[in-house]
Every structure is written in C-alpha cells, then in structure tokens.
C-alpha cells in the first residue's frame, strides 16, 4: 500500500510516516496543498491521508479535487475538530473516514488497511488494447510491459479514449469526461493533452487524430 500524508505539522507528519514504514506501509508527504496536487498528479496512492486545516489549497480543496478526479480514491480525513458538524461536512465532500487527533498510530494503521480492502472488492477492470495496458485501479499504465509515466489528466483522457476501445472519441467528449464543467468549451487543453500523451506513449502512434472528428486509439498510426 502507498499513502498520501498531507500534514503541516512536519513532526507529526515524519511521525505517522515512520509508523506506517514499521508496518510495511509507504508513504509520501505533503506539507501545503500545492505540493498533494502535485504528488497527487504524478504518483498513484492507494489511500491518503488529509489534514483539513494546512497552507495553499486547503484538505478541502485536495478533497474536492480527489473525488473531481474519479480515481476512486479512499481518502481519511484528519483534524483537531472533533465536533459533529466538522465531521460531517468531511464526510459531505466524499471523506471516507475521519480521525481526530490525537490518535494511536495503530487506529490509523487499521483505518487505512479497512480503506484499502474496501477499495479492492470494488477494483474496475483492466483494459488492453493494441500492446497498451491501463489499469484504473492502480493508475498505472504500460506498453509492451513498459511502464509509462503519465499526469493525472493525460491518465483521464487515456482512459477515455482505451475505453472506447477503438471508437472515436470527440474534443468535446473528451473535454466533459476528463476536465470539470468549469472548462472553457473553446480551450485548447484537449489537444494539448494529446499532443504530449502520445509522446509520452512513444512510437509507433496509437493515437490517431480523425480530422473534424476526435481521437481513437489503433495499433499503428503516423497521423497527427
């Protein structure tokens, strides 16, 4: 299991990492929210753990992102607040659980482990298609079993088009699926994020672009 410590409070946060580790548990940190988006765009976690109260972007904001990205996350609300309102508007923006500090390192161990297994009775399918392997659960992705590092919104509209399994997928399919609704319809991030996935899948081209149409994926393709 790899966990997300987001925690402003270094102490604490070197402490729950050191208790995880004696547990066989791995774990990231992240002291501001700035840094959990950015871990949490280029590394895949099985649980993270959230301080609600912490610098930049709050647990809230990283919370709302989480479930935003329909990775299926679990995620463990901490905080000092053990009011009932407190945990309920944590649970209201999709937390999983909730602990309130202080607590014994053993709770959070058996809270994340309990996350876990409840993720994995409720793992989606893997999907291949044309030597490519992508693996929702993991958000993982490999190409001829080489394994290729991806952003989170690469990884979304990835998944999009391998789910179509060969079917074209529109710019503005694609722009509801992988962005928010917030999204400017006449941006151009759709074709950007192509552009640099397909680079990042490598050669021969599996995205294929169908002028005026969208994208698909195929075994081979040479068009940009």
Same mark, same amino acid.
């Given at each position: 299991?790899?966990?997300?410590?987001?925690?402003?409070? #270094?102490?604490?946060?070197?402490?729950?990492?050191? =208790?995880?580790?004696?547990?066989?548990?791995?774990?990231?940190?992240a002291?501001?929210?700035? %840094?959990?988006?950015?871990?949490?765009? *280029?590394?895949?976690?099985?649980?993270?753990?959230?301080?609600?109260? *912490?610098?930049? #972007?709050?647990?809230d904001? *990283?919370?709302?992102?989480?479930?935003?990205? =329909?990775?299926?996350?679990? !995620?463990?609300? @901490? %905080?000092?607040?053990?009011?009932?309102?407190?945990?309920?508007?944590? !649970?209201?923006?999709?937390?999983?659980?909730?602990? %309130?500090? #202080? !607590?014994?390192?053993?709770?959070?161990?058996?809270?994340?482990?309990?996350?876990?297994?409840?993720?994995?009775?409720?793992?989606?399918?893997?999907?291949?298609?044309?030597? @490519?392997? /992508?693996?929702?659960?993991?958000?993982? &992705?490999?190409?001829?079993?080489?394994?290729i590092?991806?952003?989170?919104?690469?990884?979304?509209?990835?998944? &999009?088009?391998?789910?179509?399994?060969? =079917?074209?997928?529109?710019?503005?399919?694609?722009?509801?699926?992988?962005?928010?609704?917030?999204?400017? #319809?006449?941006?151009?991030? &759709?074709?950007?994020?192509?552009?640099?996935?397909?680079?990042? /899948?490598?050669?021969?081209? @599996?995205?294929?672009?169908?002028?005026?149409? =969208?994208?698909?994926?195929?075994?081979?393709?040479?068009?940009?």
């Amino acid at each position: 299991m790899r966990v997300l410590i987001v925690e402003d409070e #270094p102490e604490l946060a070197e402490a729950i990492r050191g =208790g995880l580790r004696l547990e066989a548990i791995a774990s990231d940190i992240a002291g501001d929210g700035d %840094t959990a988006l950015e871990l949490l765009d *280029i590394n895949s976690y099985d649980v993270a753990v959230l301080d609600r109260d *912490i610098p930049g #972007p709050s647990g809230d904001e *990283i919370a709302r992102q989480i479930v935003a990205s =329909g990775s299926g996350m679990p !995620f463990l609300m @901490l %905080t000092a607040a053990d009011r009932l309102d407190d945990k309920a508007s944590g !649970f209201e923006l999709g937390a999983d659980d909730y602990l %309130t500090k #202080p !607590f014994e390192m053993r709770e959070l161990v058996l809270r994340l482990r309990a996350l876990q297994r409840r993720r994995a009775h409720a793992r989606p399918p893997v999907h291949e298609i044309a030597g @490519l392997r /992508l693996d929702p659960f993991r958000r993982e &992705v490999y190409r001829d079993d080489r394994y290729i590092a991806l952003t989170r919104k690469q990884f979304a509209v990835l998944e &999009v088009l391998v789910e179509a399994a060969g =079917g074209v997928v529109s710019a503005e399919a694609l722009l509801e699926r992988a962005w928010d609704e917030n999204a400017d #319809p006449f941006t151009n991030a &759709v074709r950007i994020t192509v552009s640099s996935l397909r680079k990042r /899948l490598g050669e021969p081209w @599996l995205i294929r672009t169908v002028p005026g149409v =969208g994208y698909r994926i195929e075994a081979e393709s040479t068009d940009g």
